[in-house]
C-alpha cells in the first residue's frame, strides 16, 4: 500500500521505482521461484492475456517482461489510502492516532525503520 509514494522501493532502496520493483518477486526464490522467459511464455500461452497486453502496450512486442513489470507497476499505483489516520495526524490532527499508535510510530523512527 502506498508503494507509489516511496522515494525507492524495497527496505534497502536498491529498487528505483515500482516496474523495478515488480520484477523482484516474480523471480525471487522465496516468492514466486519464475524466470523472465517462463512468465512471457505462460503469458503468451493464455490468448487473452495476449489480448489485454496488446491493447495495452499498442506498437511494441505486448508480452514482454519489461511489460508484465509496467502493468504491475500500473496497478500498484492504485493502491493507495488516502484520508487513512495516519494521513490525518500527518495533517495535523493529533486526535487521529492514540497514544499506543505514537508510541509505535515514534519506535519505528527511532529504531531506523523509517529510513
Known amino acids: 500500500l502506498n508503494a507509489v509514494f516511496n522515494a525507492a522501493q524495497f527496505w534497502d532502496g536498491r529498487a528505483a521505482d515500482l516496474a523495478e520493483q515488480a520484477k523482484g518477486p516474480v523471480q525471487a526464490s522465496v516468492e514466486m521461484n519464475n524466470t523472465p522467459e517462463l512468465v ?7 490468448p487473452r492475456y495476449v489480448e489485454l497486453f496488446s491493447e495495452a ?3 511494441e512486442s505486448p508480452v514482454s517482461f519489461d511489460n508484465v513489470a509496467r502493468a504491475l507497476e500500473a496497478f500498484e499505483a ?5 484520508g487513512s489516520r495516519f494521513d490525518q495526524w500527518i495533517l495535523g ?3 487521529a492516532l492514540d497514544g ?3 508510541r509505535g510510530l515514534e519506535l519505528f523512527v527511532t529504531s531506523g525503520c523509517a529510513s
Do not use: A, K, N
Not at 40 to 46: A, D, G, H, N, W
Open 40 to 46: 512471457v511464455e505462460t503469458l503468451q500461452s493464455i
Open 57 to 59: 502496450f499498442p506498437g
Open 78 to 82: 492504485t493502491l493507495v489510502t488516502p
Open 93 to 95: 490532527d493529533d486526535s
Open 100 to 102: 499506543t499508535e505514537r
